[in-house]
């Protein structure tokens, strides 16, 4: 069964930094494009950044550009996610996700509409 698995979040302070990784279960998930969502209580998911499967290409929200910094090593099959300048506001669970990088993936993306998701990991940053 394909996994992909979440680690590195916890409990921050304002302006700390946290950096989450996400390690898939199978070789074939290095040729999928990758992206991190979150979700905050009562609220949607929603995207936050994505990576094409060469790392030619990234995306990141309106909200942590210039913040977040998306990577992969498709060596380790694993994707990161380095969070700087961390705000109370980007409390919430975030999850990993792969979809195939046919046409419009960037746009599903944004609708955080992938195909495969890992379970999540909580971020929390006090204030």
């Known amino acids: 069964q394909v996994q992909l698995v979440e680690s590195g979040g916890g409990l921050v302070q304002t302006g700390g930094s946290l950096r989450l990784s996400c390690a898939a279960s199978e070789r074939t998930f290095s040729t999928y494009a990758k992206g991190w969502f979150r979700q905050a209580p009562g609220r949607e998911r929603e995207f936050v950044a994505a990576i094409s499967w060469r790392s030619v290409s990234t995306y990141y929200a309106d909200s942590v550009k210039g913040r977040f910094t998306i990577s992969r090593d498709n060596a380790k099959n694993t994707v990161y996610l380095q969070m700087n300048s961390l705000k109370p506001e980007d409390t919430a669970v975030y999850s990993c996700?792969?979809?195939?990088?046919?046409?419009?993936?960037?746009?599903?993306?944004?609708?955080?509409?992938?195909?495969?998701w890992g379970q999540g990991t909580q971020v929390t940053v006090s204030s």
């Open positions: 996700a792969a979809t195939l990088p046919t046409t419009g993936w960037v746009d599903r993306a944004r609708q955080a509409d992938f195909d495969f």
